[in-house]
């Protein structure tokens, strides 16, 4: 056991088996001045060749491998080193952000420019070239045994060289079917694929009516059929 004192008030208690702890000021690894916080460690050198902190699973005993609390007790962020998953169980959380919304869960600042660019502030993936998979993002109003959910997609075409944004609710059943698609000449289908055989129109198809609105990129002609009411236009 190691023990130091400042007049009669234990200041460092370091013990081989039982709790060890530093009372008062604060602690420096790896800096030997400029220590302004409970606990700084800094790096050996401007490169890394090890980590700076390292926290590693043990068993199943349910604890949480990392876990920070605020001062009323509640849990700001988990790490399950056995279950490889992380929480932010209260709170906003930021990504580039200097100030949160209070209503928003998770807050990005990116930086503006053209969206014909790389400059958007979310960015994701599941790489895959097969023909009408790809990546989505999954919302939900759902309660109890209420199913409110919508998925807004981006699916690969058959080419596996260009793709399609889809859109998708929820409205009972196993699966959670395409209701619009965006094709990538821009071509729109509601309830329906719009035809490749239009390649060279501008296209908004709605099935079940069949409905058809063209347009050719050379504006040669426009045109409308309406099958249900037997007009053209």
Not at 23 to 50: C, E, K, P
Not at 81 to 103: D, K, R
Request: hydrophobic letters at 35%; a negative charge; aromatic letters at 8%.
């Amino acid at each position: 056991r190691l023990l130091m004192k400042s007049v009669n008030t234990v200041k460092v208690d370091i013990q081989a088996n039982g709790d060890s702890y530093f009372n008062g000021g604060n602690v420096g690894i790896g800096v030997a001045s400029g220590i302004d916080a409970n606990l700084r460690i800094d790096a050996n050198s401007a490169t890394l060749t090890q980590e700076i902190l390292k926290v590693k699973g043990g068993g199943s005993g349910g604890a949480y491998g990392f876990l920070v609390e605020a001062n009323n007790g509640d849990d700001l962020f988990k790490v399950n080193t056995l279950s490889y998953e992380s929480y932010f169980p209260n709170g906003n959380v930021g990504i580039g952000a200097t100030s949160l919304q209070p209503w928003a869960r998770l807050q990005v600042a990116g930086t503006a420019g053209a969206q014909t660019e790389a400059k958007q502030a979310l960015y994701v993936t599941s790489p895959s070239t097969t023909a009408g998979e790809g990546v989505g993002i999954r919302m939900s109003a759902a309660s109890g045994s209420n199913e409110a959910v919508g998925i807004i997609g981006m699916v690969n075409n058959a080419s596996g060289n260009s793709g399609s944004m889809t859109f998708h609710t929820y409205n009972g059943g196993a699966d959670i079917p395409e209701r619009m698609r965006i094709d990538n000449l821009g071509n729109v289908g509601i309830r329906t694929i719009p035809q490749t055989t239009l390649a060279d129109f501008c296209t908004i198809e709605i099935g079940n009516i069949g409905m058809i609105m063209s347009e050719k990129a050379d504006s040669q002609y426009n045109s409308m059929f309406v099958s249900s009411n037997a007009y053209y236009a």
